[in-house]
């Protein structure tokens, strides 16, 4: 088992900005956080420090790290028992961020869904904020790093979609008014659905880090002006989300998966109120796609897709593939073409390259992505 690092700090960056800051840049407020130093550590006197070794509770020893970020830092284990898990060290002498995520790991604990990751624990230690998750073997971002690297290639639509389709049943799932929160029904806007957030466990895609998810009550919520600007909806930029906002996001990841480009670029002014999104370029796809990406990217919310599988199955329908569902227990989803059905020749499932996907990790700057 490697110690240490878990991936090369030279790895090559897929989806670069259109300008020079960096592509995970979060904004909120009227500030723009950049340029955000890697090396997340707490400034709290006689902080635990998180090292190869160390144990941050008791039968939990640190192995390397997997992922960093602007506000966190995400670390395999060894658990006492069971398999390794992630541990992400949030710093608490952040109020306002520690805050937050508890807010948001005390909302998700109770929610179960197979596509979305588990989070077993959290715990408080001198300095950091603790959260326990299942361990990942990379992110969509890894496995496209891994397509482009050995296979020179983007990843197969039909492998994207496999996915994505996944990422979609989760977010319709928070997106629905069916959650209750102080004692009120919500729905729930993940608010940073981007591709080193989608987790990879084989072919199982699981959505992670809700730290910016915002509970809704009507199509249109104030919020603070947040998420990662590239893959932000435009009604984002204006201080309000909608009940259509993750769908926008997760087109955006579509087409930045499946081109290695975004639709368009960012604002120039991220945190101003009068930001707005550009028509969509949608020349990186085939003439089939676009229709449902530009519905999927529309600058009206309402002008969108009810919901995200609705948005996943018009993409399905234009590539002529179609999602078959789990069998039972155990069954899994496959994404099939629908001339080798109707051919008569039988069903392929559609799968990962025969790669070790979890090597991206150690090659690209996000790990596991849990940050």
Known sequence: MPTGVCYSSAGIQSLPPPRATPAAERFTGDVVLSALPNNIRSTTPGAFVPAVGAEPSPGYRLRCVRGRGGFAEVWEAEAPTG???????????????TARELRSVKSFQGMEHPYIVK??????????LVINMELAEATLLDLMQVYRDELGQDIEPATLCLYLWQVAEALDFLNARQHVRDGRRVGFQHGDVKPNNILLFGDVAKLTDHGLATPTHAPSTPCARQGTREYAAPEVFLGSISDWSDQFSLAVTYYALRTGTFPFAPPVKAASRSSLRPLA???GVTDAEQPALRRALAPVPQERFPNCLEFMAALLKALKLRVELPDGEGGRMKVTREAAISA???VRKLATPALSVSSAARKTPFGSGNV
């Open 83 to 97: 398999p390794p898990v992630a541990l992400k060290f949030m710093p608490t002498s952040n109020t306002a961020t």
């Open 119 to 128: 989070t077993y624990d959290v715990w408080s230690i001198p300095g950091y």
């Open 281 to 283: 370029n949608l020349s």
């Open 344 to 346: 008569g020749s039988g």
